[in-house]
């Protein structure tokens, strides 16, 4: 077990469940410019599980991702505080790149495919680390089973698919690159309820086959029902954090919209 430095002094990496982190996040705060959007954020990610992030538009949940896949590292405004521990590896000065090859990755929201491309070719776009160029082929097979409608239309060109298929694309090119965590930002944004069930089937499967994941979703019920860990967000901080099954719908709401109760219970 490792032993941290944190601001609490010398302790033994406990986690949830007696279990050792994979990432531990601590006084991570996140700026644009002036605008502050993190304000110390401290929690921890299992292995395994699937960690829920909640909050209303604005709380700062894409924030929160872009700073752990390097992505607010790169402009001259944009900036974090901070750290981000994997495993005793410091991810929080790491390029976009490091972060992937470590085994971290996103499926960002708006899917951001390239949209001439076809299928097949958004899906390397996720290989293109030298650990995985090789792996590719066995890669998209592996993706093709789990998602037999992208095996088919390979050949296809994006932008004249479903929002759906699109979504499955974005999360087939995160898997490209063999994660070990995948960062889900607002899968369900735009998708008809039923298709929204069978991502989250997939998350699911994907989940089970040992994929760490961290999933944004604007749908309570759902991101409770998913999840194994909740945090929700307010105004760029953590209100509430627990595990679904012990927290109830209200107290989330209430965390979710600010309100005292909500305050209280954080
Ligand atoms: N590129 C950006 N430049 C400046 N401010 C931004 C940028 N992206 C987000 N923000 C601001 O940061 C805060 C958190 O935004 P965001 O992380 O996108 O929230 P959420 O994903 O929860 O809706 C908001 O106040 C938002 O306006
Ligand atoms: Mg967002």
């Not at 010398?10 to 469940?17: D, H, L, Q, T």
């Not at 050949?155 to 479903?162: D, L, R």
């Given at each position: 077990m490792s032993i941290s430095v944190s601001k609490r002094g010398?302790?033994?990496?406990?986690?949830?469940?007696g279990k050792r982190p994979l990432l531990t996040i601590s006084e991570l705060s996140a700026y644009y410019g002036q605008l502050r959007a993190l304000y110390d954020i401290e929690f921890q990610v299992m292995p395994g599980e699937v960690l829920a992030v909640i909050g209303a538009n604005g709380a700062g949940k894409s924030t929160l991702l872009k700073s752990i896949v390097g992505m607010m590292n790169r402009g001259k405004t944009a900036h974090i505080t901070g750290t981000i521990d994997m495993r005793g590896r410091r991810l929080e000065r790491l390029n976009t790149e490091k972060i992937v090859d470590a085994g971290v990755t996103m499926v960002p929201e708006g899917r951001r495919?390239?949209?001439?491309?076809t299928v097949e070719e958004n899906l390397m776009?996720?290989?293109?680390?030298a650990r995985c160029r090789g792996k590719a082929p066995e890669k998209l097979e592996e993706i093709y089973d789990m998602f037999p409608r992208l095996g088919e239309r390979r050949?296809?060109?994006?932008?004249?698919?479903?929002g759906g298929e699109q979504q499955m694309v974005a999360i087939g090119r995160a898997l490209m690159s063999d994660p070990q965590v995948v960062l889900f930002d607002?899968?369900?944004?735009?998708?008809a309820p039923s298709i929204v069930d069978d991502i989250y089937v997939k998350v699911g499967q994907i989940n089970q086959a040992g994929v760490t994941c961290i999933v944004i979703e604007q749908d309570m019920k759902r991101a409770l029902a998913v999840s194994n860990h909740v945090l929700v967000l307010l105004e760029g901080a953590v209100v509430l954090e627990g595990d679904p099954r012990e927290l109830d719908v209200d107290q989330v709401t209430s965390a979710y919209f600010g309100s005292d109760i909500g305050r209280a219970s954080a």
């Open positions: 010398f302790f033994a990496e406990p986690g949830r469940g495919l390239f949209p001439r491309l776009t996720g290989a293109y680390l050949a296809q060109i994006v932008n004249q698919m479903s607002e899968l369900s944004l735009g998708l």
